[in-house]
């Protein structure tokens, strides 16, 4: 009774913000536009966590920037969180609950300790939920640094080096691909 309750109370909220000309959007569940016809709803893109090592940040900004541009939904730590949100609780969520997780190597990333490395521990834990011919890790080396072995072993890994623009655009159509899984 109390979710029939949520719903209509949540119905409510969107036809209020629809019918005076805005969008509405619910996190994980999609947009909805005005429309002439009332409303129109639109799924939200595939989300992509992007994990870096704070000396690539510039790099990795650039890359959240393309990817939002080309209709991608990127989660990035200092783009999505918010000030007193506890970022360990938000980045485990947002990792659990992205189509790609894309950890971006590079030469000052893959020695160093501390956070890139925990999540992509954490990353490698929920791909092993993921259907075995579903792609949900695209790891990224943004310079001719070594790539973890138990990376290379198991993950296909896409350059963004000589040729930033071929190896963006190798990404964008992984991550367009359609994909069979329930989360």
Known sequence: MADLAFARHLA????????SGREVEIDGLGTFHPDPSGFRFE???PRVFLAYG?????AVSRLYDELR??????????RRLLPGQNWPRAIENAIDTADFFVP???RR???????????LRYALDCARRVPLDSIYLVPLRLDDCR??????????????FPDWENGTSRLKQVLRRPQHQEK
Do not use: H, N, T
């Open 12 to 19: 409510r909220i969107v036809v209020r913000g629809v019918s």
């Open 43 to 45: 799924p939200p893109p």
């Open 54 to 58: 704070c000396e690539d940040r510039q």
């Open 69 to 78: 541009q080309s209709g991608f939904g990127p989660w990035m730590d200092v």
């Open 104 to 106: 971006c190597f590079s």
């Open 109 to 119: 990333s893959v020695a160093k300790r501390g956070g890139f490395q925990a999540e």
């Open 147 to 160: 790539v973890p072995r138990v990376i290379q072993r198991e993950f296909q890994y896409i350059d963004l």
